[in-house]
């Protein structure tokens, strides 16, 4: 069964780091396309950044660009989401999800997704 299973959200102070990570259980991680989205309360799911399976191309949101790194670890077959110069509008319940061939920041592309990691900003 197909599985994703992120971690490393928390609370942060605003300019903080902080690191998520998304295990794939049961399947190849390396021969999918993976992205993260994030929902804040009361607002729709928003692509943060994605990452191509073939050619390594990487895509983010404006407002991540510069402060987000999305990477992977084929031999531990996890995508991660590096988050730097944290910012209060950064919270929310953050996911990754996985396709075989869709690709983009649409949160329709995706058929698998994980439970999500709240991430919060705040002094």
């Known amino acids: 069964q197909l599985q994703l299973v992120e971690s490393g959200g928390g609370l942060v102070q605003p300019g903080g780091s902080l690191r998520l990570s998304c295990a794939a259980l049961?399947?190849?991680?390396?021969?999918?396309?993976a992205a993260w989205f994030r929902q804040a309360p009361g607002k729709e799911r928003e692509g943060v950044s994605c990452?191509?399976?073939?050619?390594?191309?990487?895509d983010y949101a404006d407002s991540v660009q510069g402060r987000f790194m999305i990477s992977r670890d084929n031999a531990k077959n996890t995508v991660y989401l590096q988050m730097n110069s944290l910012k209060p509008e950064d919270t929310g319940v953050y996911y990754c999800a996985v396709a075989p061939l869709g690709y983009g920041l649409n949160p329709e592309a995706y058929h698998y997704w994980g439970q999500g990691t709240q991430v919060t900003v705040s002094s």
């Open positions: 990452s191509h399976s073939v050619d390594g191309d990487a």
């Open positions: 049961g399947f190849r991680l390396d021969l999918y396309n």
